[in-house]
């Protein structure tokens, strides 16, 4: 059985950081894109970032560009989500994700999804 499992939300004051993590188990993610999306209450689930299978590329929503980065460990099968210079807006659900040969921001493109960490940013 496939398992995301995301952790290290919290709360955090507006221009502070955070570290989110992703463990994937349950079968080999060679091949796959990781990606992260958030849901805000009352709102839509939106991209946020994703990278493909070799860590060579990555993808930004254009709000999140030069404070948060996207990594993963391959050996662990580990994804990671630097967040810096947190805003406000960027509080939400933050849901790990993961799709098969593709690099993009659709989420019906991601077939296997994890059970979110919240992240709150206060002012």
């Known amino acids: 059985q496939v398992q995301l499992v995301e952790s290290g939300g919290g709360l955090v004051q507006a221009g502070g950081s955070l570290r989110l993590s992703c463990a994937a188990s349950?079968?080999?993610?060679?091949?796959?894109?990781m990606g992260w999306f958030r849901q805000a209450p009352g709102k839509e689930r939106e991209f946020v970032t994703a990278?493909?299978?070799?860590?060579?590329?990555?993808l930004y929503t254009d709000s999140v560009k030069g404070r948060f980065t996207i990594s993963r460990d391959g050996a662990k099968s580990t994804v990671y989500l630097q967040m810096n210079s947190l805003k406000p807006e960027d509080s939400g659900v933050y849901y790990c994700?993961?799709?098969?040969?593709?690099?993009?921001?659709?989420?019906?493109?991601?077939?296997?999804w994890g059970q979110g960490t919240q992240v709150t940013v206060s002012s």
């Open positions: 990278i493909n299978w070799s860590g060579s590329s990555t």
């Open positions: 994700a993961a799709a098969p040969y593709y690099v993009g921001s659709r989420k019906d493109q991601y077939n296997y």
């Open positions: 349950g079968r080999t993610f060679s091949g796959y894109t």
